[in-house]
T-cell receptor
């Protein structure tokens, strides 16, 4: 069965500092990996996704993620965090990109940004 | 562009009543949609898979008679919470493809 681990429940960074959110997955075949962001009381916004090809994926809002098969990781990064980035971040894995199978989510990482 | 919408965004109802939540795919068709439930400060838990033209598939522990799902067209899936009770209060989110709706906050008094 597929699973996703986000080891950090809560992270606090200063505005302007770099950010890395960790995500490890367990999946038997080629995973389809996603990062979403959720503001309080809102739905999920897709930041980026990886299906194949270049292992460094660029997303919206200046985020990027790197797929490392040897480490079963898909960490999210941003070089300079803005106060508006404070939110909950979810990593997810899916078994297909056709949309016919649901995603499995990690437990989430809450990001706080200090001024 | 492609978007998933939900209606209503927020609903408050009395215990024992039924509530219907709509999930629509805009600018694309979705033969499969998914319904998730999210408790405060927790992750999303899959409730069921909604299949256009056929019965929904429910996850273990989800009561299919309580959470009725209808996927009547390629752009619309509905979730009806029947005889709602306070423990059904939660944030319900639907998805189609890799897009998620804005969620529906259900509060049962």
């Amino acid at each position: 069965a597929q699973s996703v681990t986000q080891p950090d429940i809560h992270i606090t960074v200063s505005e302007g500092a770099s950010l890395e959110l960790r995500c490890n997955y367990s999946y038997g075949a080629t995973p389809y990996l996603f990062w979403y962001v959720q503001s309080p009381g809102q739905g999920l916004q897709l930041l980026l996704k990886y299906f194949s090809g270049d292992t460094l994926v660029q997303g919206i809002k200046g985020f990027e993620a790197e797929f490392k098969r040897s480490q079963s990781s898909f960490n999210l990064r941003k070089p300079s965090v803005h106060w508006s980035d404070a939110a909950e971040y979810f990593c997810a894995v899916g078994s297909t990109y056709t949309g016919r199978r649901a995603l499995t989510f990690g437990s989430g990482t809450r990001l706080q940004v200090q001024p | 562009g492609a978007v998933v919408s939900q209606h209503p965004s927020r609903v408050i109802c009395k215990s024992g009543t039924s509530v219907k939540i709509e999930c629509r795919s805009l600018d694309f068709q979705a033969t499969t949609m998914f319904w998730y439930r999210q408790f405060p400060k927790q992750s999303l838990m899959l409730m069921a898979t909604s299949n256009e033209g056929s019965k929904a598939t429910y996850e273990q522990g989800v009561e299919k008679d309580k959470f009725l799902i209808n996927h009547a067209s390629l752009t619309l899936s509905t979730l009806t919470v029947t005889s709602a009770h306070p423990e059904d209060s939660s944030f319900y989110i639907c998805s189609a493809s890799d897009l998620f709706g804005p969620g529906t906050r259900l509060t049962v008094l």
